[in-house]
C-alpha cells in the first residue's frame, strides 16, 4: 500500500516521455517541493510506468496523457486498484484529452506551463484526496454537462450537475480559490472539496455498471 | 437550464459541404457503427435505431438483413475526421487511448448472442429443420466474419501512415490474434457450410445443389466484390483530399517550425531580458498550442474567438497572462460587441492598475445571456472611493454596457484583486443567428 515516505514527504512517480521534461520537474520538485514531494521514480511509457507504479506504490503519480503504449489512460486502465491518485500533467489543453484522462481516472488536470510552488501545492492537494480544478478544466466540466463538448463515451447516463456544483464549478472556472468560492458562496472549504470529488465522479462514472462497481467499491453496497 | 446549444456554424465536426451523406460511426460501434451512424444522420436517439434493427429482425429477419446491407454499404464515416494535428500525430504514435471495442462489456455481447438464438429458433419453428438452413446459415456467418475482418483491415490501413499498401496488411491490418481468428472462423464457417451441404443436399438430385451452389457462389462474389469496387472509387476521392490536407500541413509545419526556431533565437539574445523572454514564450506557445490542439481556429466571427482574439492582443501589447475559459458560444453580432470591448477595457485596467501580470476571463454563453467575468489577485481599491474624475470603468464599462442593454458590476477590495462582470442578455432573432 502507498505510505508517504519516513520524512512525511509525499512520494510521487513521474512519467513523461520527455527526459528533459523529467529532469525538469525532478528539479523545480526538489527546489520548490523539499521536504514536501520526494519523486521516487520515473518512467518513459506506459508499461514502464505500471510496473514502477506497481512496484513502488506511491501516493502520487504525475502522469502525462500523451505518452508511449496507449496513453496516460492505459496507464490508469491497466493499474491494478490501489490507493494511487493520478494527476495529469499535459501540454495538450484539448477538451478531448483533458475530459478523457479525468473519465479514465485522474483526480486533477494541470498544463506543463504550471510554475514549481503550484505543482507542489496540487501535488499536496490530490495526496490529500482533493481535486486539483483549474479554470481551464472547470470550463470543460461545464461545457461537457451542457452538451457543448462532444463526450465520445456514451452518455446517456451521465449524472447532471447539481445547481451547488454547476455555481462551484464556475466560481472555479473564473479564477477563484477554494477558499475564495467558499467565501462567496458561504459555505466551508471542506464543502467546497466535497463539490469538487462529486463532480469529478459525476464525470468517471459513465454506466451503471461502474456506479456499482464505485458503489461497492466504498462498501455503500 | 437552456443549455442545448444547436450546432453552430464553427463546430469543429462540421462535414464539409456537398450533399448530405450517412457515414457508419466506427468510434461507438457495438457491430458496425450501422445504428449509431444511421442515428447521427436522421438525427434521432441511437436506441430508437438499435431497438428498430432489434424489432424488425424478428420479421424473418429483416431488420438483421436491413443492418447487414447498411454494414456492406455506408462508408466508415471516421476515415478523414480531422482533428488538429498534435492530437492527430499523438494518435498516430500510439500515444492516446484508441478506440475501443464496446463489445469488452458483456452486456451488448449477450444481447446479441440472445438474439442470433431467437432468429435460428424462430426459423426453425417457421421452416422446420430445412436441409439448407444451416449450411446458410454458417455461410452467412463465415462472409461476415470475412467482412468484418475486411473493415478492420481497411480501416487500419487509413491510419498507416507509411503510405504502401502491403497486400499482408492489407488483409490482416495489424494482425493480432482477433485478425487470425476472425479470419480462420470466417473460411473454416465457409468450408464446413459447403461441407455440410454437400453431405445434406448432395444425396437428393444433383442438378439442385449445383444451381444452388452456383448462385451462393454468384452471390458471396457480388457482396465481396461489389462494395469493394463502390469504396475503391470512394477511397480514391477521399485520398486525393487526404493528400492535399497532408501537403497544406507540410506547409504549416514549416511554417510553424520556423516561427519557433525564430522565436527561440530572438529568446538565446535576449536572454538577459526575462520580461521579453517571457512574452516571447508566452506569444509563441499560445501560437503552438492554437495550432495543435484547437481545432476551431480564433475567428472573430464568433464571441469565444474574439475574447481569445482579444487577449493574445493584450498579451502582447500589455506585459500581462490573460487566460481565457469558454463556455458554449455563438455568433459575434452588433449587440455583443460591446461585451468584447468592456472585457477589452477590463483586462487593460488590470494590467495598468492591479500590480499584477495575470488575469482570468471567464465567459459563460447560454441561449438567454452572454455572462463574462475578468478576475485578477492584483491590488484591488475601493469602488467607492474612486474620484468622480476618474472615466476609466465608469465610462468604457459600466456605462457602456448600460448604453447597449447589458449590465457591468465591479467588485473590489483592497488587496484581494478586482472582479468585473459583464452581464448582456441575448436577444438576437434565431435565424440571424444561424446565419
Same mark, same amino acid.
Given at each position: 500500500?502507498?505510505?508517504?515516505?519516513?520524512? =512525511?514527504? !509525499?512520494? +510521487? *512517480?513521474?512519467?513523461?516521455?520527455? $527526459?528533459?521534461?523529467?529532469?525538469? @520537474?525532478? &528539479?523545480? #520538485?526538489?527546489?520548490?517541493?523539499? =521536504?514536501? !514531494?520526494? +519523486? *521516487?521514480?520515473?518512467?518513459?511509457? $506506459?508499461?514502464?510506468?505500471?510496473? @514502477?507504479? &506497481?512496484? #513502488?506504490?506511491?501516493?502520487?503519480?504525475?502522469?502525462?496523457?500523451?505518452?508511449?503504449?496507449?496513453?496516460?489512460?492505459?496507464?490508469?486502465?491497466?493499474?491494478?486498484?490501489?490507493?494511487?491518485?493520478?494527476?495529469?500533467?499535459?501540454?495538450?489543453?484539448?477538451?478531448?484529452?483533458?475530459?478523457?484522462?479525468?473519465?479514465?481516472?485522474?483526480?486533477?488536470?494541470?498544463?506543463?506551463?504550471?510554475?514549481?510552488?503550484?505543482?507542489?501545492?496540487?501535488?499536496?492537494?490530490?495526496?490529500?484526496?482533493?481535486?486539483?480544478?483549474?479554470?481551464?478544466?472547470?470550463?470543460?466540466?461545464?461545457?461537457?454537462?451542457?452538451?457543448?463538448?462532444?463526450?465520445?463515451?456514451?452518455?446517456?447516463?451521465?449524472?447532471?450537475?447539481?445547481?451547488?456544483?454547476?455555481?462551484?464549478?464556475?466560481?472555479?472556472?473564473?479564477?477563484?480559490?477554494?477558499?475564495?468560492?467558499?467565501?462567496?458562496?458561504?459555505?466551508?472549504?471542506?464543502?467546497?472539496?466535497?463539490?469538487?470529488?462529486?463532480?469529478?465522479?459525476?464525470?468517471?462514472?459513465?454506466?451503471?455498471?461502474?456506479?456499482?462497481?464505485?458503489?461497492?467499491?466504498?462498501?455503500?453496497? | 437550464?437552456?443549455?442545448?446549444?444547436?450546432?453552430?456554424?464553427?463546430?469543429?465536426?462540421?462535414?464539409?459541404?456537398?450533399?448530405?451523406?450517412?457515414?457508419?460511426?466506427?468510434?461507438?460501434?457495438?457491430?458496425?457503427?450501422?445504428?449509431?451512424?444511421?442515428?447521427?444522420?436522421?438525427?434521432?436517439?441511437?436506441?430508437?435505431?438499435?431497438?428498430?434493427?432489434?424489432?424488425?429482425?424478428?420479421?424473418?429477419?429483416?431488420?438483421?438483413?436491413?443492418?447487414?446491407?447498411?454494414?456492406?454499404?455506408?462508408?466508415?464515416?471516421?476515415?478523414?475526421?480531422?482533428?488538429?494535428?498534435?492530437?492527430?500525430?499523438?494518435?498516430?504514435?500510439?500515444?492516446?487511448?484508441?478506440?475501443?471495442?464496446?463489445?469488452?462489456?458483456?452486456?451488448?455481447?449477450?444481447?446479441?448472442?440472445?438474439?442470433?438464438?431467437?432468429?435460428?429458433?424462430?426459423?426453425?419453428?417457421?421452416?422446420?429443420?430445412?436441409?439448407?438452413?444451416?449450411?446458410?446459415?454458417?455461410?452467412?456467418?463465415?462472409?461476415?466474419?470475412?467482412?468484418?475482418?475486411?473493415?478492420?483491415?481497411?480501416?487500419?490501413?487509413?491510419?498507416?501512415?507509411?503510405?504502401?499498401?502491403?497486400?499482408?496488411?492489407?488483409?490482416?491490418?495489424?494482425?493480432?490474434?482477433?485478425?487470425?481468428?476472425?479470419?480462420?472462423?470466417?473460411?473454416?464457417?465457409?468450408?464446413?457450410?459447403?461441407?455440410?451441404?454437400?453431405?445434406?443436399?448432395?444425396?437428393?438430385?444433383?442438378?439442385?445443389?449445383?444451381?444452388?451452389?452456383?448462385?451462393?457462389?454468384?452471390?458471396?462474389?457480388?457482396?465481396?466484390?461489389?462494395?469493394?469496387?463502390?469504396?475503391?472509387?470512394?477511397?480514391?476521392?477521399?485520398?486525393?483530399?487526404?493528400?492535399?490536407?497532408?501537403?497544406?500541413?507540410?506547409?504549416?509545419?514549416?511554417?510553424?517550425?520556423?516561427?519557433?526556431?525564430?522565436?527561440?533565437?530572438?529568446?538565446?539574445?535576449?536572454?538577459?531580458?526575462?520580461?521579453?523572454?517571457?512574452?516571447?514564450?508566452?506569444?509563441?506557445?499560445?501560437?503552438?498550442?492554437?495550432?495543435?490542439?484547437?481545432?476551431?481556429?480564433?475567428?472573430?466571427?464568433?464571441?469565444?474567438?474574439?475574447?481569445?482574439?482579444?487577449?493574445?492582443?493584450?498579451?502582447?501589447?500589455?506585459?500581462?497572462?490573460?487566460?481565457?475559459?469558454?463556455?458554449?458560444?455563438?455568433?459575434?453580432?452588433?449587440?455583443?460587441?460591446?461585451?468584447?470591448?468592456?472585457?477589452?477595457?477590463?483586462?487593460?485596467?488590470?494590467?495598468?492598475?492591479?500590480?499584477?501580470?495575470?488575469?482570468?476571463?471567464?465567459?459563460?454563453?447560454?441561449?438567454?445571456?452572454?455572462?463574462?467575468?475578468?478576475?485578477?489577485?492584483?491590488?484591488?481599491?475601493?469602488?467607492?472611493?474612486?474620484?468622480?474624475?476618474?472615466?476609466?470603468?465608469?465610462?468604457?464599462?459600466?456605462?457602456?454596457?448600460?448604453?447597449?442593454?447589458?449590465?457591468?458590476?465591479?467588485?473590489?477590495?483592497?488587496?484581494?484583486?478586482?472582479?468585473?462582470?459583464?452581464?448582456?442578455?441575448?436577444?438576437?432573432?434565431?435565424?440571424?443567428?444561424?446565419?
Amino acid at each position: 500500500m502507498s505510505q508517504p515516505s519516513p520524512n =512525511g514527504a !509525499v512520494r +510521487v *512517480v513521474l512519467v513523461d516521455d520527455h $527526459a528533459m521534461f523529467r529532469a525538469g @520537474v525532478r &528539479a523545480e #520538485l526538489a527546489a520548490a517541493g523539499a =521536504g514536501v !514531494v520526494e +519523486v *521516487v521514480g520515473e518512467a518513459a511509457d $506506459a508499461d514502464a510506468a505500471i510496473k @514502477v507504479v &506497481a512496484d #513502488l506504490q506511491p501516493q502520487v503519480v504525475l502522469l502525462d496523457v500523451h505518452l508511449p503504449g496507449g496513453g496516460g489512460v492505459e496507464v490508469m486502465r491497466r493499474q491494478p486498484s490501489s490507493d494511487t491518485l493520478y494527476l495529469a500533467l499535459s501540454v495538450s489543453d484539448a477538451a478531448e484529452d483533458v475530459i478523457g484522462t479525468i473519465r479514465g481516472g485522474a483526480r486533477g488536470y494541470v498544463t506543463k506551463t504550471i510554475t514549481g510552488p503550484e505543482l507542489v501545492d496540487a501535488i499536496t492537494r490530490v495526496a490529500g484526496g482533493d481535486a486539483v480544478f483549474s479554470p481551464r478544466l472547470a470550463g470543460f466540466v461545464l461545457d461537457a454537462f451542457a452538451g457543448s463538448i462532444d463526450v465520445a463515451a456514451v452518455d446517456e447516463d451521465l449524472d447532471r450537475l447539481t445547481e451547488r456544483e454547476r455555481e462551484v464549478m464556475r466560481l472555479i472556472a473564473r479564477g477563484y480559490a477554494y477558499k475564495e468560492v467558499a467565501k462567496e458562496l458561504f459555505i466551508s472549504v471542506k464543502t467546497v472539496e466535497t463539490h469538487m470529488s462529486s463532480v469529478l465522479r459525476k464525470l468517471q462514472l459513465s454506466s451503471r455498471h461502474e456506479l456499482t462497481k464505485w458503489a461497492s467499491d466504498r462498501r455503500l453496497l | 437550464m437552456s443549455y442545448a446549444n444547436p450546432p453552430h456554424p464553427t463546430s469543429p465536426r462540421s462535414r464539409p459541404v456537398g450533399p448530405r451523406r450517412a457515414y457508419r460511426d466506427t468510434s461507438s460501434s457495438v457491430v458496425g457503427g450501422v445504428a449509431s451512424g444511421l442515428a447521427a444522420h436522421l438525427a434521432v436517439p441511437v436506441l430508437w435505431v438499435r431497438v428498430f434493427f432489434v424489432a424488425t429482425a424478428l420479421l424473418q429477419g429483416f431488420g438483421l438483413m436491413v443492418y447487414a446491407g447498411l454494414w456492406v454499404f455506408l462508408p466508415a464515416g471516421q476515415g478523414f475526421d480531422v482533428s488538429s494535428p498534435g492530437l492527430e500525430s499523438a494518435t498516430r504514435t500510439g500515444k492516446r487511448p484508441g478506440r475501443r471495442s464496446r463489445l469488452r462489456d458483456a452486456g451488448p455481447a449477450i444481447a446479441l448472442g440472445a438474439l442470433l438464438f431467437g432468429v435460428v429458433l424462430g426459423f426453425e419453428g417457421i421452416f422446420g429443420q430445412g436441409a439448407l438452413f444451416w449450411p446458410v446459415v454458417l455461410g452467412v456467418a463465415g462472409v461476415a466474419l470475412l467482412w468484418r475482418q475486411a473493415d478492420e483491415a481497411q480501416r487500419e490501413r487509413w491510419i498507416d501512415s507509411s503510405g504502401r499498401i502491403d497486400p499482408f496488411r492489407a488483409v490482416f491490418g495489424n494482425g493480432g490474434w482477433a485478425a487470425y481468428a476472425r479470419i480462420a472462423a470466417g473460411l473454416g464457417l465457409i468450408v464446413t457450410a459447403l461441407i455440410v451441404f454437400a453431405v445434406v443436399a448432395g444425396q437428393v438430385t444433383f442438378a439442385l445443389p449445383v444451381l444452388v451452389a452456383g448462385l451462393l457462389g454468384l452471390a458471396g462474389l457480388a457482396i465481396v466484390v461489389g462494395p469493394w469496387v463502390m469504396r475503391l472509387v470512394d477511397d480514391l476521392g477521399a485520398e486525393r483530399a487526404e493528400r492535399v490536407r497532408t501537403q497544406e500541413r507540410a506547409d504549416m509545419a514549416a511554417h510553424l517550425h520556423d516561427s519557433v526556431l525564430q522565436t527561440l533565437a530572438l529568446i538565446q539574445k535576449n536572454s538577459h531580458d526575462s520580461t521579453m523572454v517571457a512574452r516571447l514564450a508566452r506569444s509563441q506557445e499560445r501560437d503552438l498550442r492554437q495550432w495543435l490542439f484547437e481545432a476551431d481556429t480564433t475567428d472573430a466571427a464568433t464571441l469565444a474567438g474574439a475574447l481569445k482574439e482579444m487577449a493574445a492582443d493584450l498579451e502582447t501589447d500589455h506585459d500581462v497572462v490573460v487566460d481565457v475559459v469558454t463556455v458554449g458560444d455563438c455568433p459575434l453580432t452588433e449587440e455583443l460587441r460591446p461585451v468584447v470591448h468592456a472585457a477589452r477595457e477590463a483586462v487593460v485596467n488590470v494590467a495598468k492598475h492591479a500590480g499584477t501580470r495575470r488575469a482570468d476571463v471567464f465567459a459563460e454563453i447560454s441561449d438567454a445571456a452572454v455572462d463574462v467575468f475578468v478576475r485578477d489577485r492584483g491590488s484591488g481599491f475601493d469602488v467607492d472611493a474612486v474620484a468622480a474624475d476618474r472615466q476609466g470603468v465608469r465610462n468604457s464599462i459600466v456605462d457602456r454596457m448600460a448604453r447597449h442593454g447589458g449590465r457591468a458590476d465591479v467588485r473590489s477590495a483592497p488587496d484581494e484583486g478586482t472582479e468585473v462582470r459583464l452581464h448582456m442578455p441575448r436577444t438576437a432573432a434565431p435565424d440571424e443567428e444561424n446565419r
